[in-house]
C-alpha cells in the first residue's frame, strides 16, 4: 500500500458470515473446483468467530508480534463479501470502520456480486476502501471448467466500475489451473495489464480436502498439473515481467494448513518462496 498511507498497514482477516451464490444454488453448487474456504480463515476468524469487532480485537493482538504499523485494513477475506442485504453489508463495513487502528476496508468478492448501489456506497465510505475482484483467469474455457459461474467480461466490467468510481482494485489469479499452458500465464499478465488494477495476488494451484479438485485428483493425479516450487517461481519471475510496472504484488504464493493440504507439498514459507524470484 505504498503511497496510500504514510507507513506500513497490515491486513487482518475477518469472517462476515456470509455466503456464496456459486454454493447457494444462485449461480451454481458446490463451489469453484479448488475452494475450500476453511484453508485460508485464521483461527480467530473461523466461523462463529464473534462480531467484526472482536475479530478484529483478536486478530490485531494475534498480530503485534510482527512489529508495530501506522494502522490496520480490516480484509472481508472468506466467502463473497459483497453478497447479501445492502444495508447489512454496509453495517458490517461501518462496524470494522470505527474499530481503533483500523484505516481501511478490503473487500474479497465475486465480479458477479457487485450491484450499482452497493458501489455507490463503497465510493462514499472513508478512508480508504480497496475491493479484491477474484479474477483466477482471463479465459472463458477456464472458468467453466472451474465451476466459477462467471465469464472474464464480467470481471472487465466489474473492475472498470469500480475504477469509475475512483475504488481502488486489486485482483486475484491462480496460475496453474486444469487446461492451462506457460502461454495462457502469460496472456493473464497481458490481459490484466490493461485493466486498472492496482494490485495483483498470485496463487499457485494446490490440492485441498474437501474440494472436488482433491476428487480428481485421487481419480487420476496426472488430470491435475502441478508445479515444482522452482518450475513456479520461474513462472511467477517470467509473469512479472509482462505485468505493468506500476502493479503492486500483494502475494505470490498460497499459504494452505498442512493438515487440508493434499498437494504440492513445497515445505517453503512464504517469505523463503520471495528468494526463488
Known amino acids: 500500500m505504498a503511497g496510500i498511507f504514510p507507513g506500513k498497514v497490515r491486513k487482518i482477516a475477518v469472517n462476515a458470515g456470509l455466503g456464496c451464490p456459486n454454493r447457494d444454488g444462485t449461480k451454481g453448487s458446490g463451489g469453484c473446483i479448488y475452494c475450500n474456504n476453511l484453508?485460508?480463515?485464521?483461527?480467530?476468524?473461523?466461523?462463529?468467530?464473534?462480531?467484526?469487532?472482536?475479530?478484529?480485537?483478536?486478530?490485531?493482538?494475534?498480530?503485534?508480534?510482527?512489529?508495530?504499523?501506522?494502522?490496520?485494513?480490516?480484509?472481508?477475506?472468506?466467502?463473497?463479501?459483497?453478497?447479501?442485504?445492502?444495508?447489512?453489508?454496509?453495517?458490517?463495513?461501518?462496524?470494522?470502520l470505527r474499530h481503533p487502528g483500523v484505516v481501511g476496508l478490503v473487500i474479497a468478492t465475486r465480479p458477479d456480486c457487485l450491484p450499482e448501489e452497493l458501489m455507490d456506497r463503497l465510493q462514499a465510505m472513508e478512508p480508504y476502501v480497496m475491493v479484491e475482484i477474484g479474477v483466477e483467469s482471463t479465459l472463458d474455457s477456464t472458468l467453466k471448467r472451474i465451476n466459477r459461474g462467471h465469464d472474464f467480461q464480467c470481471a472487465q466490467r466489474a473492475i472498470l466500475e469500480l475504477d469509475r468510481r475512483g475504488i481502488d482494485v486489486g485482483a486475484h489469479l491462480i496460475l496453474g489451473l486444469p487446461g492451462e499452458t506457460h502461454a495462457d500465464f502469460m496472456e493473464h499478465a497481458r490481459r490484466m495489464s490493461q485493466l486498472p488494477v492496482k494490485t495483483l495476488k498470485l496463487h499457485q494451484l494446490q490440492v485441498i480436502k474437501g474440494t472436488p479438485l482433491a476428487r480428481m485428483y485421487s481419480e487420476d493425479e496426472s488430470s491435475v498439473r502441478l508445479f515444482t516450487a522452482q518450475e513456479y517461481a520461474a513462472t511467477v519471475t517470467e509473469f512479472i515481467s509482462r505485468c505493468r510496472p506500476d502493479i503492486a504484488f500483494d502475494r505470490f504464493v498460497s499459504e494452505t494448513p498442512p493438515d487440508m493440504l493434499i498437494a504440492p507439498r513445497w515445505n517453503i514459507k512464504p517469505a523463503e518462496f520471495a528468494k526463488l524470484l
Open 39 to 96: 484453508s485460508f480463515n485464521p483461527a480467530y476468524a473461523a466461523t462463529g468467530g464473534g462480531s467484526i469487532d472482536a475479530q478484529l480485537a483478536r486478530g490485531i493482538e494475534f498480530s503485534r508480534h510482527k512489529g508495530d504499523v501506522y494502522g490496520y485494513l480490516a480484509y472481508f477475506q472468506s466467502y463473497t463479501n459483497t453478497y447479501g442485504d445492502i444495508d447489512r453489508l454496509t453495517a458490517l463495513y461501518d462496524e470494522a
